[in-house]
């Protein structure tokens, strides 16, 4: 059933919307606004679609395939020819879970790049998130006065064993520092420290490649090794700061290790 439609009816509408200063048309076809306001209201109802985080590269049974983090931490260590590139790398390496675990940002080091000794720790803190910086906080600031007072003021890197801090301050897992490892390794090639002292047990047992606790390897010399075999130097574990503020009587131990180690930094010739 078609309706006719009066001419007359039609011009008087146009007149009407001409006098109103409707001079022209947007579209070939009408546009029943009421239908596509009631669909919009409609999507506003409805929960967003979810959408998956990336995850990192899975193995069989589900882990990380941490070889192929530690073959991209590899390739984009050697490409560095200095600490400042890096840094950098460091910054944008997306192969560590502990990067979107809530880390604010990746805490490399400080210190001068040529120093002779290079303190390894295990990983930053809530105030080395914070601040960019490892050991800043008040277990920093205790190893502070301990350098000081060793006379080592300027003349030691400090970093850790991984580069975005642990959720909850917690100690750092093998595979998280073995994807780290490479990094870390280029930056002991890069500074050429003549010795490392490795703060803590997750330190001292990532670095030497042992098990036994804290308290049996500190003030003990030691050899790292690269995992390639390309460089070897005398390493010195000791207790960590932040143990020695828990347990003051320790810090006869500590200071102990710390003279031993300066004693045998400032031989003429490299210590065997």
Known sequence: MSLAV???????????????????????????????????LRAKSQPPPVVAAPRPTLVAGGSPDIAAAVAQAKAAAL????????????????????????????????????????????GPGADED??????????????????????LTDRVFITNTVFWRPPGNRTPTPQEQSVCAPFLERAIALVNPKMLMLVG??????MLRREEGIL???????????????????????????????????????????????????RPERPH
């Open 130 to 151: 914070a601040q960019g910086q490892p050991f800043v906080g008040r277990a920093g600031q205790l190893l502070d006065r301990m350098i000081k007072a060793a006379g």
């Open 216 to 266: 049996s390897l500190r003030g003990r010399w030691f050899e790292w090794t690269a995992s390639d075999g390309s460089n070897e130097l005398p390493a010195l574990p000791t207790l960590h700061p932040a143990f020695l503020l828990r347990q003051p009587a320790a810090k006869k131990k500590a200071w102990q290790d710390l003279l031993t180690l300066t004693e045998r930094l400032d």
């Open 6 to 40: 009066d001419p007359r009816a039609v011009e008087s509408l146009l007149a009407f919307w001409a006098d109103a200063g409707v001079d022209a048309t947007y579209a070939d076809a009408p546009i029943d606004r009421l239908a596509e306001g009631a669909a919009l």
């Open 79 to 122: 490409a560095c020819n200095d600490l400042e590139a890096l840094a950098a790398a460091i910054a944008a390496f997306g192969g560590c879970a502990l990067k979107t675990q809530g880390a604010r940002q990746a805490v490399f080091s400080r210190g001068p790049g040529d120093a002779p000794l290079m303190i390894i720790g295990e």
């Open 201 to 206: 047990g997750a330190s001292a047992k990532a």
